[in-house]
């Protein structure tokens, strides 16, 4: 009934507390003797007590109790006044005490409440922010208990396995994934995995896929939990071992062009042979010398062959995303090799045109060479440039090796001083070739370079 005492800032409080106190002293003052009025303190005691610190609370007990007892009817001696002047003070100061300790407490109480429900707040949106991100993932999310069990899975679980809308929930997990079966186990002092491996998996209608899982395990109350999130990752290995396959038959095609080529000249020089001896006829009888020609006419059918060379996956192809892709596939060899590696790409190139898995296969060539050439040199170091020249983009890649004694050699098939087959070059140019680049040595100070050259593809002419 008297809250609106309470209410209002620290001013008004005051006011009124004072209003109070010397309403109540006005009232004892003009009343008889034989009513007291002093209890009537404990009001104003109240409302300071909410807006006031301890040592001011003191002060106001202090004047409400010169107050009630200078307009009492008792008569003041040290013997029975000072005592119940002590219980005057104590009890107005016990209860402004009281009431600032309390909205103390309130304060903190609301304080901490407002914090609560800020917490709470904040969670239920960062819980409604991850169901929606578990919910539209393109990855397939689940978690699972001790048992396997899974125990949430969003909609890309369901569309991955086979399943309807929410029927994954208490199905085994290693029924889909069995490399999971031994991951997750009840032992409390198992310690916990965090990992990515790439298993097979087994959709429910038992078709077999390949898929990627990044998974790990954490303890609860109620036991281990494992979570995952998975990809289905056979598309990407179709197309990678496709892109093999089309890389392997473009190699072996022009492996098996030099070869030809090879046969076409030494069976040009056993036909010229052969065609002498039978022109002399001293051999016109022989079965072993007809049976020579029948076999030089036959390696020279075989040599025949048309072997084409062009690429059918030319394509345009960004290069600053090639030699970004291949910076990180020779980073960690240049590493190992303790090899200087320097990048020089001009912002900005323009596409190319260029079969991408070759391209990338001519470019590891050249890094393949130059880590060989390096070996046992001390300040080794490779650097690769990149920059549009007109109509065409020109990429460098040189290495301070010493160089080619023989560069004249360099792109000739089946070299007795290649490690190798010595078919790496010739392929390389060849590859270049294929969709109408070029791949050319430049010799350079203590060290060999190559050039690639590929045609830029037009920029497409801007609409007013």
Known sequence: ????????????????????????????????????????????????GRVLAPWQ???????????????????????????????????FFSVGLFVCESNRNRQIVMRHLHAIEQERDS?????????????????????????????????????????????????????????????????????????????????????????????????????????????????????????SLQQLLAGSRIAVGAVSHEIRNVCGAIALVHQNLLRSGLLTDNQDFEALGSLVLALERIAD??????????????????LDDFRIVIGPSLREEEIEGSWEIAPELPLVWADRPCLMQVLLNLATNSIRALDGRENKAVRVAARAEGHRVV???????????????????????????????YLSRAFMRSFGGELRYQPVADGACFVLELTAVPAPEKSL
């Open 305 to 322: 062959v048309d072997l084409r060379q062009s690429s059918a996956r030319t394509a345009e192809v960004d290069l600053a995303a090639v």
């Open 1 to 48: 009934m008297l809250s609106f005492l309470f209410q209002g800032n620290r001013k008004s409080v005051l006011a009124r507390a004072v209003f109070l106190i010397a309403a109540i002293a006005f009232v004892d003052w003009r009343s008889t003797n034989e009513l007291p009025l002093g209890f009537l303190y404990l009001l104003p005691m109240l409302l300071v």
């Open 57 to 91: 609370i003191a002060v106001f007990a202090g004047l409400c109790t010169y107050l009630t007892e200078a307009f009492d009817a008792f008569v003041w001696s040290f013997a029975t006044g000072m005592p119940r002047d002590v219980l005057y003070f104590a009890a």
């Open 395 to 425: 990429v460098e890649f040189t290495d301070n090796a010493g160089g080619v004694p023989h560069p004249e050699q360099l792109f000739r098939p089946f070299q007795q001083s290649a490690e190798s087959t010595g078919l790496g070059l």
């Open 123 to 243: 969670r239920r949106d960062a819980e409604e922010q991850l169901k929606i991100l578990v919910e539209s993932s393109p990855a397939a999310i689940l978690t699972a208990d001790s048992e396997g069990r899974v125990l949430m899975a969003n909609e890309a679980a369901h569309r991955m396995l086979g399943r309807m809308p929410g029927s994954l929930a208490g199905r085994s997990l290693h029924q889909y994934f069995p490399a999971l079966s031994n991951i997750c186990r009840r032992e409390p002092d198992r310690p916990l995995f965090r990992a990515v491996m790439r298993t097979r998996g087994q959709r429910d209608d038992g078709e077999v896929f390949l898929a990627d899982i990044c998974f790990s395990t954490y303890h609860t109350n109620a036991g281990p939990r494992l979570a995952a999130m998975v990809l289905d990752t056979s598309e990407e290995l179709r197309s990678q071992e496709e892109s």
